[in-house]
């Protein structure tokens, strides 16, 4: 199908489904268009008995019917917004390389970052610049399990998931001119997401499950914590980058929004930056009413056509492929049932063919034991060739960071990266964040380290993180 066809075919269609999913949290709406204009035709909120990563899908894809069919939604395509907690998100600055070899550069650069392998993962990628002619990267990547499960229990509700997405990203398009230099922060029921646009693409992107403290049946918000993770976010930024950053943007459920208006207030003052709070209704101007939901901006933002921030494929084959497929079987049928003598025509050309590929197949069988023992000894030196390196220098670095982690294995690391001698970064997860506060301190207070810096935190018990630091050979100074 052309690229033409596909974006016609899109065009014409009418309703969409948007749900959002937080924990136990689903929210979603129909979205309609009528006479050039969106509208909501349903929308519903509820909680979850089941959890869709560790309950068996098809008993939560029908407590999803049951709860839409309450709700009177219909509608079977849907796009999701995923939890943002689902990602994991690595910055990159990019070299002066043709255009050809960016995408091998970053996928090179997202198996360094990641604890997963790229076959594990689902990646997308923004690209923003900086005033100094500086390109970069931000690669935001889910497990694919994650996804998978999402949509068997989603096919088990009847639906099908035409895409998933990021809420943050639909609520605040980093490729529109309003999104220059805004750092957007939505309020969800037990965290709050930040995302920062500038140089026309995502620079940050961060969720803070901590921000959002339940008090029984009461939310509370960290404001302090909060404060201080968009301090920290501002100040990983490039420099001339992080001084265009003028607004702060807050979305969110309705009376959600003002609440974390109020609380960021001061910190925004102090930092030069104006607060504003927005909606999603106005975030997609398209739609003219409905009920104001986050869930409403990824349904809006597909059914205009608009690309988005972060999009994640459903991983299987398309129904249309399928459909395609399914008539192409029935003409052969069909041809060969009515045109059996014209075969025979052809008899010989595919004789010939079939004699090629035996003379291939046999000369494979001869050679494959010794690609098959060249393939072996390639993927032992991609697998084993960072533990190779001999150098005291690095052994002492990794003797300095094994000491400072527990042997209780409360904190434990899981990737370990080495760059020019004295850049360290590592990447593990800790069983809370005391632990991993008592591991940070003791790697502070260590004997030729400096610049500890966090660029990563994500999750609860346990939660994983991503920090980096200098190593220096004339002693520890202050961090």
Sequence with gaps: MTPYLLNFLKSRRSSLMGLTLEGHRLEGVVLRRVKGALEVERSFETSLSLDPLTNDPKLVGQEIRNRLDEAGARESRCIVGVPLNWAMTAQTKLPDIPEEDVASFLGIQAEKAFPYGPEDLSISISRFSS??????????AIPK???????????????????FSLVVAALQPPQSGGSEGVLALVAGESSVDLQVTSGGGVAAL???????????AERQIDTDLLAREIRVTLGQLPKELSVTIKKIRVFGRPQWRQPLADAIAPCAKH????VEV???LQANGAVVRGNDLPSLAIAAQYLNGVA???????????QWMGLTSKFSSR??????????????????????????????????RTIEPRVTAIKEVQDNIRKFRSWCDHSPHSLTILRKLTEVFPEDGTVTAKTVAIKDRSEVSCSGIAQDNQAWLKMRDRLQAASH??????????????????FNFRWTEGGNREN
């Design 131 to 140: 005033s100094d002619g500086g390109r970069y990267a931000t690669s935001v």
């Design 145 to 163: 399990n994650h996804l998978t499960r999402l949509e068997q229990v989603l096919v088990a509700a009847r639906l099908r998931p035409v895409s």
């Design 206 to 216: 961060r969720a803070l499950p901590d921000a959002i403290e339940m008090d029984g």
């Design 271 to 274: 930092l030069g930056l104006q």
């Design 278 to 280: 927005q909606s999603a």
């Design 308 to 318: 988005p921030g972060f999009e994640f494929k459903p991983i299987k084959v398309s």
């Design 331 to 364: 003409r052969i049928l069909w041809a060969a049932t009515s045109a059996g003598a014209a075969i025979i025509l052809f008899f010989c050309a595919f004789l010939v063919q079939y004699i090629r590929l035996s003379v291939y197949a046999s000369r494979w």
């Design 449 to 466: 380290v400096e610049n500890v810096q966090l660029q990563q935190m994500g999750g609860v018990q346990p939660m994983r993180f991503t």
